[in-house]
């Protein structure tokens, strides 16, 4: 629930300031504060949180979430983040953000996604882009 969330919250953020702990332990607290944060909803810091983290791992497991949440344009950039360009595609795709799945495509060699990235385009009436 959203009060047990607030409360993982503020136990991660008070590890943070432990004395005496290794890059490791304040990592794992730093994740712990950027997912907590996503969770009560400050998506925006708690993305960034994420970014300057830099872990992959964290990266595609706040997509996940973000993702849940229904917030579907920061969840694929994250996946983008945490190198799952096929998933982070498969969004943008679907969201018909054609301007960000284009550079991705490109990476990608799933004839499915590629098929369904065309298809999008040209229901979209972008037919010189989906050939």
Do not use: W
Request: contains cysteine.
């Amino acid at each position: 629930t959203e009060g047990e969330h607030e409360r993982a919250l503020e136990i991660f953020e008070r590890a943070l300031t432990y004395p005496g702990q290794t890059e490791s332990e304040t990592l794992r607290a730093r994740g712990g504060v950027a997912r907590c944060t996503i969770r009560v909803g400050d998506v925006r810091r708690g993305k960034q949180m994420v970014s300057e983290i830099g872990d992959k791992a964290l990266c595609r497991e706040c997509a996940a979430l973000l993702e849940h949440m229904n917030q579907p344009s920061d969840a694929a950039a994250l996946y983008e983040q945490g190198g799952d360009d096929e998933r982070a595609a498969t969004i943008y795709v679907g969201a018909k953000n054609f301007a960000a799945a284009k550079p991705i495509m490109s990476r990608l060699s799933a004839p499915k996604l590629h098929s369904q990235y065309a298809r999008a385009m040209e229901a979209d009436g972008k037919l010189r882009e989906a050939a």
